[in-house]
């Protein structure tokens, strides 16, 4: 700026002047080191250097500071120092929290014009990726065969670069490069190439840094060899029908096996914990007077059985005396005597049918429930199956799975079960699809052994690379309900991935549209799951039950029709809440069942009882009851069968064993068909009392028979008279075993 300054005489002064800056300009920042976005982890020191050229046209820099987020929110700045123009400053790394991170500049220059927009985000890792071992489980045994080994590895700043198992067994270590399918590194490797014994396997797993997790260790046991099973008695005879054989084992791994005895390839007897290297006593249950092979097998951890050479035990026990059994009938057109024992061996027997305690026998029901379809390869194929045994097992029954196209098995594996006496289970269980299948169908496939008994059951399902998330949602039968009584069903919920699925699971049970009932809820599904859902009584009439599970933008539903009835004409008592009280309650309900619709089902005692004490007489009372007349000689074979029933009764209560009871019956003149209705009627007895105990008074079972022949003679289907009974709150497991009993 100039003056100038003029006096009256026009002299003018225009040589003072001073000079000014207008300044309101910010410096300008250009980050140079990082660059943007930069993973600063990689270093060999823990020093990084954070630099900025900074210019200011009109001005000079005043102040530079760098202000760091720690990436958690706990800021600190650092003042930078000018070299020639570039601010920079030297930060340990040490001071910065694993994480993302930004790096604000300040600059300011002498007129305090401010820039702060200017920043640069990097990335600290010094963290190991996060390692979770998923199969197999720590201190498996393992015995063969293609395993998959699978683990969880994931790294939240960076990616996984490298998985590695190691296997270390003192003698030949190894490493098994794995492969992964969204975050599941899995590795298959075939168990028969490892040395027998104990084996560490360790994952190494490397993020993008290198940073390195290898502390996730487990063990697993290598068992390739059977166990071998030595029996130490001789071949011998004993007067003992429980005689005792005494073993052991020995095996390279397994501290102990499940070992049992078979009498000519027979199950008998086993102890599931058997100590290995130990001479061990095997009881055999009660046995007829014979001579039996017997052999015992062991089966270690690992799944490997061997057996032992056999021996032979001979039995010339005699049973206690307890009179000559009645003589068959001779009247009704005569009876034919066929053999009481229809078989010896499973050999004796159709290929679907057991030998048991002498006769031919089906003795599994076995059907795959739920399985999944479509799945990529490298997931867990879920299925669930329901199995039910139609005789008295008692014993482990083993399931084997296979996954198998054409000859060729992709994947196995195997469970064994305990099967009580005609026990029904609903079980589920899974086996691992290897990454390397390829897209198409598949067949899986059950196998179910007891002994030497097979039967299987299979469904095809299909491979894909790319799958949906696919629900699937199965209810099982419902059957006839009373009305008024609260009952339950069951529902099976699955998806087809291998991880936690949040659902939606909503089911209505709706009459004529009108909606009844109504249930909801959220769950965490984890593959497959098994829901019961307890409904309240319902009146009578038929219903619709409507299930819909919703999974993310997918849903599966399911629908089934049933029935609520009202109580009909048979009037028996709840369970429990009447039983103390059965005398004159129950001499009226059975009176009015017995009568039918030819007598009135007011509840008279005196009739019912006449009845009654008429048919434990032996006397054949015909009573109107069908359109249909009875046969004299039918009923009299029926009275004579009690009489037969009576004596095998007799018989169990002083332990004579079955066969001698069957040979006996058989020098008796009675058939096998006869012999065996008998033995079914004592044995339904025994699970009625053991159902009931002290509150089932004798009379009552007396009862029960009466009702039930009667039932058999009006012509009314079986499963109709259990269905009732059932829903008037008896036991179905006791009532169906009396009903096929006495029908």
């Known amino acids: 700026m100039t003056v100038f300054a003029n006096d009256t005489a026009g002299n003018v002064n225009d040589t003072v002047f001073i000079q000014f800056t207008v300044d309101r300009t910010p410096p300008r920042v250009v980050i140079n080191v990082p660059a943007n976005g930069t993973n600063v982890s990689d270093r060999i020191t823990d020093l990084l250097v954070f630099n900025t050229p900074i210019r200011d046209t009109n001005l000079s820099i005043y102040a530079v500071i760098f202000r760091f987020d720690n990436a958690t929110g706990n800021d600190f700045n650092v003042t930078?120092?000018?070299?020639?123009?570039?601010?920079?400053?030297?930060?340990?790394?040490?001071r910065l929290v694993d994480g993302f991170h930004a790096m604000t500049v300040s600059a300011n220059d002498t007129n305090g014009n401010l820039n702060s927009t200017e920043f640069v985000e990097f990335t600290?890792?010094?963290?190991?990726?996060?390692?979770?071992?998923?199969?197999p489980s720590n201190e498996s045994n393992l015995s063969g065969g293609l395993q998959a080994f699978n683990a969880t590895v994931i790294d939240s700043l960076t990616q996984v670069n490298v998985v590695l198992f190691q296997f270390t067994n003192g003698t030949r270590p190894f490493n098994v490069t794995a492969a992964n399918r969204s975050g599941n590194w899995n590795a298959n490797v075939n168990i028969s190439t490892i040395v027998e014994g104990l084996t560490t396997i360790t994952v190494f797993a490397n993020d993008t840094l290198n940073n390195v997790n290898n502390t996730q260790t487990i063990n697993i046991h290598v068992d390739l060899a059977?166990?071998?099973?030595?029996?130490?008695?001789?071949?011998?005879s004993t007067t003992s029908t429980t005689p005792s054989i005494t073993f052991n084992f020995t095996d390279n791994v397994s501290l102990s096996a499940n070992c049992s005895l078979y009498l000519n390839n027979i199950f008998n007897v086993s102890n599931a914990a058997t100590p290995n290297?130990?001479?061990?006593?095997?009881?055999?249950?009660?046995?007829?007077?014979?001579?039996?092979?017997?052999?015992?097998?062991?089966?270690?951890g690992s799944g490997n059985t061997g057996n032992s050479t056999a021996i032979t035990i001979t039995i010339t026990a005699v049973p206690?005396?307890?009179?000559?059994?009645?003589?068959?009938?001779?009247?009704?057109?005569?009876?034919?005597?066929a053999p009481v024992v229809e078989c010896k061996t499973d050999a004796d027997c159709p290929v679907d049918k057991y030998c048991v305690a002498g006769f031919c026998e089906k003795i599994f029901d076995l059907k795959i429930l739920s399985l999944d379809s479509p799945i990529e390869p490298g997931e867990f194929l879920d299925f669930t199956y329901y199995v039910k045994a139609m005789a008295n097992i008692s014993g482990d029954v083993t399931f084997d799975f296979f996954v198998k196209k054409a000859d060729e098995t992709f994947s196995s594996g195997s469970d064994v079960i305990f099967m009580g006496d005609r026990e029904e289970k609903i079980e589920s269980a899974q086996v691992f699809l290897p990454t390397t299948l390829a897209d198409g169908t598949y067949i899986f496939s059950?196998?179910?052994?007891?002994?030497?008994?097979?039967?299987?059951?299979?469904r095809t399902f299909e491979v894909k690379h790319e799958v949906p998330l696919l629900p699937t949602l199965t209810l099982l039968d419902l059957f006839p309900v009373k009305s008024g009584i609260a009952w339950n069903y069951s529902a099976i919920l699955s998806v087809n991935k291998d991880v936690l699925v949040p659902v939606t699971f909503e089911r209505s049970i709706t009459k004529e549209g009108a909606q009844v009932w109504f249930k909801k809820e959220k769950i965490t599904l984890n593959r497959t799951l098994v829901v019961v859902d307890q409904v309240d009584g319902l009146e009578e009439g038929t219903y619709i039950l409507h299930a819909v599970m919703y999974a993310a933008d997918e849903n599966a539903s399911a629908e089934r029709t049933f029935?609520?009835?009202?109580?009909?004409?048979?009037?028996?008592?709840?369970?429990?809440?009447?039983?103390?009280?059965?005398?004159?309650?129950?001499?009226?309900?059975?009176?009015a069942a017995i009568a039918g619709k030819a007598i009135?089902?007011?509840?008279?005692?005196?009739?019912?009882?006449?009845?009654?004490?008429?048919?434990?007489?032996?006397?054949?009372?015909?009573?109107?009851?069908?359109?249909?007349?009875?046969?004299?000689?039918?009923?009299?074979?029926?009275?004579?069968?009690?009489?037969?029933?009576?004596?095998?009764?007799?018989?169990?209560?002083?332990?004579?064993?079955?066969?001698?009871?069957?040979?006996?019956?058989?020098?008796?003149?009675?058939?096998?068909?006869q012999v065996r209705t008998a033995l079914a009627r004592i044995e339904a007895i025994q699970k009625f009392h053991q159902a009931y105990g002290k509150a089932l008074p004798e009379k009552t079972v007396q009862a029960f028979k009466a009702f039930v022949a009667m039932q058999a003679r009006m012509g009314i289907d079986k499963k109709e008279v259990i269905n009732k009974l059932v829903r008037q709150g008896w036991k179905k497991e006791s009532i169906e075993r009396f009903v096929e009993a006495y029908y």
Not at 80 to 94: H, K
Not at 226 to 236: H, Y
Not at 627 to 647: P, S, Y
């Open 80 to 94: 930078a120092v000018n070299v020639s123009g570039n601010w920079s400053t030297t930060l340990n790394l040490s």
């Open 124 to 135: 600290v890792d010094r963290t190991a990726p996060t390692v979770i071992f998923l199969n």
């Open 226 to 236: 059977a166990p071998n099973v030595n029996i130490v008695n001789s071949s011998f």
């Open 277 to 300: 290297n130990t001479n061990t006593i095997l009881t055999a249950s009660t046995l007829n007077i014979a001579s039996y092979e017997a052999t015992v097998n062991c089966t270690d």
């Open 320 to 337: 206690e005396e307890i009179g000559a059994p009645p003589a068959a009938p001779s009247g009704g057109g005569g009876v034919k005597v």
């Open 446 to 458: 059950i196998q179910l052994h007891f002994g030497r008994y097979e039967v299987n059951s299979h």
């Open 563 to 591: 029935s609520i009835t009202k109580e009909g004409a048979l009037q028996l008592p709840e369970e429990g809440k009447h039983l103390p009280q059965l005398q004159k309650e129950k001499k009226a309900l059975f009176g």
């Open 600 to 673: 009135s089902t007011a509840r008279s005692y005196w009739l019912p009882l006449l009845l009654l004490l008429l048919i434990a007489l032996g006397t054949v009372v015909v009573l109107v009851v069908t359109k249909k007349k009875m046969r004299t000689g039918k009923v009299v074979q029926e009275l004579d069968i009690d009489k037969l029933e009576l004596w095998m009764g007799k018989a169990t209560a002083a332990s004579m064993s079955r066969e001698n009871m069957m040979m006996a019956a058989n020098k008796a003149g009675w058939s096998t068909e």
